[in-house]
Nanobody, 123 residues
């Protein structure tokens, strides 16, 4: 019914930039919060940034001032602009979206995850 697909990861040198995108598709009625998480080897998955349907944002302390989350509600897409990247930003980045969707005459809600995209920052 619903799919969430990330894109934009890759290999970049320390100090460089990357932009991640995450698009939701399917029988979507509305999307509430959207966010980016990351999972580095040997560490727990952590919230990087989140944005509400109204545009309110919050960030992990480690990325404040370097990363910017934004969304295009018309495209059901959330972005993560990552600047001044550091080797410690290396991780698999996952998109999460709180989606209300319809199936026939009924509506359902659920949290959907993308498949993840690798970000590697070399020193």
């Amino acid at each position: 019914q619903v799919q969430v697909v990330e894109s934009g990861g890759g290999l970049v040198q320390s100090g460089g930039s990357l932009r991640l995108s995450c698009a939701a598709s399917g029988s979507i009625f509305s999307i509430n919060a959207m966010g980016w998480y990351r999972h580095a080897p040997g560490k727990q998955r952590e919230l990087v940034a989140a944005i509400s349907s109204g545009g309110s944002t919050n960030y992990a302390d480690s990325v404040k001032g370097r990363f910017t989350i934004s969304r295009d509600n018309a495209k059901n897409t959330v972005y993560l602009q990552m600047n001044s990247l550091k080797p410690e930003d290396t991780a698999v980045y996952y998109c999460n979206a709180d989606i209300k969707y319809y199936s026939g005459s009924y509506y359902y809600t659920g949290a959907y995850w993308g498949q993840g995209t690798q970000v590697t920052v070399s020193s």
